[in-house]
C-alpha cells in the first residue's frame, strides 16, 4: 500500500509537469540576464499588419496597426478592410483602455484572452526566474501573476523565435515569431491557442 502512494504521488506530480522545457538544460540566471522583445519597440514605426483571428468558429479579417505611441504606453487597432473597427485597445505598463470593440468579441473569456495575447506580444522586457539551453535556443523564464513566459532565443543569432506561456501544469498559448527583418520587424506572427479555439496570424504589410 505504501509504495502504490508513492507511485501515485509520483505520478501526480511529474506527470503534470509543463513540457515546455523538457530536455533542456538548466543554467544559473547571470546578474545581466534579462528578457527582451524588440520586434513592438520602435516609436517611429507603424507595424502594418494583414491580420485573421480565428475565435470560436467567428472569423474576423483584415488591418492590425501597433503602435507605440509614448515610452510607457502602445495602441492597437483593428480594422474591416472596408474601415470598420473591430476594436482599439490602448496598453500601458499597469493596464488598458478599451476605445471600441464589436460586440462578437466583447465577451468575457476572449476580451481576457486578447488582451493577455497582445499584452505579452507588446511586453518588452522582463526579470529572468530561470534559465535553460539545448543545441537549438537559449530560453529565458519569466514570472507574472502566478504564470509564466519561456522566451526562445535562437542560438544561432539570438533573435527571438517565440514565447511560450503556460501555467504551472500546462501549456495555454504561443507566440511564433518568423521571418525577421533586419530592422527587427517579425514579418509573420501566430498566435494559437492550446485550450481554447482562439488564433492569430499576422502578416507584415508595411
Do not use: W
Not at 479579417?61 to 476594436?87: D, E
Amino acid at each position: 500500500m505504501r509504495y502504490l502512494l508513492i507511485s501515485i504521488l509520483i505520478v501526480s506530480v511529474f506527470g503534470c509537469k509543463v513540457v515546455t522545457v523538457d530536455n533542456f538544460v538548466e543554467s544559473e540566471v547571470e546578474i545581466n540576464d534579462i528578457v527582451q522583445n524588440p520586434y513592438f519597440s520602435n516609436l517611429d514605426i507603424d507595424y502594418v499588419y494583414k491580420a485573421d483571428i480565428e475565435v470560436y468558429g467567428n472569423e474576423f479579417s483584415g488591418i492590425l496597426i501597433l503602435k507605440k505611441v509614448t515610452p510607457q504606453k502602445h495602441r492597437i487597432v483593428f480594422t474591416s478592410q472596408f474601415g470598420s473597427t473591430f476594436f482599439d485597445i490602448e496598453f500601458e505598463k499597469d493596464g488598458y483602455k478599451i476605445n471600441s470593440i464589436v460586440e462578437q468579441l466583447d465577451r468575457k473569456i476572449i476580451l481576457n484572452t486578447l488582451i493577455r495575447d497582445f499584452s505579452l506580444l507588446i511586453k518588452e522586457t522582463g526579470t529572468v526566474e530561470e534559465k535553460y539551453y539545448d543545441d537549438s535556443y537559449n530560453v529565458l523564464k519569466n514570472e507574472i501573476d502566478k504564470r509564466y513566459n519561456y522566451y526562445f532565443y535562437n542560438q544561432s543569432d539570438l533573435r527571438l523565435h517565440k514565447i511560450v506561456h503556460t501555467t504551472k501544469r500546462k501549456e495555454k498559448f504561443m507566440i511564433l515569431f518568423k521571418d525577421i527583418s533586419k530592422s527587427l520587424i517579425a514579418k509573420n506572427i501566430r498566435i494559437d491557442h492550446k485550450n481554447i479555439k482562439l488564433n492569430i496570424e499576422l502578416n507584415f504589410l508595411k
